[in-house]
């Protein structure tokens, strides 16, 4: 990936996703972007709570990171990029449901079933 795209996703792409996903849990579930660290170090959304005593569902307290396909990132810099994005901002919520259920999310009780998750490769499909 370019150096230009990946301070650019780090800048106004990867807050807006973190601002979106924030949107989706209440307060006691925090989003923050870890940004682009250079080649195998991709721009990551980490999202982390304590759990909630009495409700742990899974082991683990919440630890989850989100990672994009550079040749993705690539692409929202493209004509139809901002389109997309705003596709994919909208289509999140669903996107952490599946996520859940795949994963061993709780984010009601905000505990997942290993110590850190990573999904990774992501897209921008809505």
Request: hydrophobic residues 40%.
């Amino acid at each position: 990936m370019r150096q230009e795209s990946a301070t650019r996703f780090d800048e106004q792409f990867a807050p807006r996703i973190a601002e979106a996903l924030a949107a989706c849990f209440g307060t006691t579930v925090h989003t923050e972007v870890l940004p682009y660290g250079g080649h195998g170090h991709p721009t990551r959304v980490r999202i982390h709570a304590a759990p909630i005593e009495g409700l742990g569902h899974y082991p683990h307290p919440l630890n989850l990171f989100l990672t994009w396909d550079s040749d993705e990132i690539e692409r929202l810099m493209g004509a139809e990029g901002q389109a997309r994005f705003a596709g994919y901002l909208a289509a999140l919520p669903r996107k952490l449901e599946a996520w859940r259920q795949v994963r061993e999310l709780d984010f009601v009780s905000h505990t997942q079933a290993e110590p850190t998750a990573l999904i990774g490769g992501l897209d921008f499909e809505s």
